[in-house]
């Protein structure tokens, strides 16, 4: 597993086409902060991709980043592990506002097996439509 750090999230590599992100305890993730870790990403993924949103820490989203992120190309699924009923709620929330646009987000309880869960259903999304291009 390849490690990183962006400016507000460590992002561990985890496969060939999915990454880890784990945002920093109390930070409002802003719409620069979603470019930035778009950014990251396009560099890292040259094909599809899924992310593993792991919300062991508490964080928000400002208004312009909730309309944005899950936007990327390339980008076929995203799994949000939450451990509290807040985060449950934030990603709820946030996939509600964004139901026009038909994003391929699941939520997973991280006290439940979630992690596992999450990178078993991120592997299922990416089978059908991959084209895996790590660049470490």
């Not at 987000?105 to 299922?124: H, Y």
Request: glycine share 4%.
């Amino acid at each position: 597993m390849h490690k990183h750090r962006i400016s507000f999230a460590d992002i561990n590599i985890i496969s060939a086409s999915i990454a880890e992100v784990i945002v920093d305890e109390c930070i409002e993730v802003s719409l620069e902060m979603v470019e930035e870790h778009d950014n990251f990403m396009a560099s890292i993924f040259k094909g599809s991709y899924g992310v593993l949103l792991n919300k062991i820490n508490t964080y928000s989203y400002s208004p312009e980043a909730q309309y944005i992120m899950g936007s990327a190309e390339n980008i076929v699924a995203i799994a949000a592990v939450n451990y509290n009923e807040q985060g449950q709620q934030s990603s709820k929330a946030i996939t509600d506002k964004r139901v026009i646009d038909q994003l391929n987000v699941r939520t997973f309880s991280g006290l439940d097996l979630g992690w596992q869960q999450a990178i078993t259903w991120l592997d299922q999304e990416l089978k059908s439509n991959i084209t895996p291009a790590y660049s470490p």
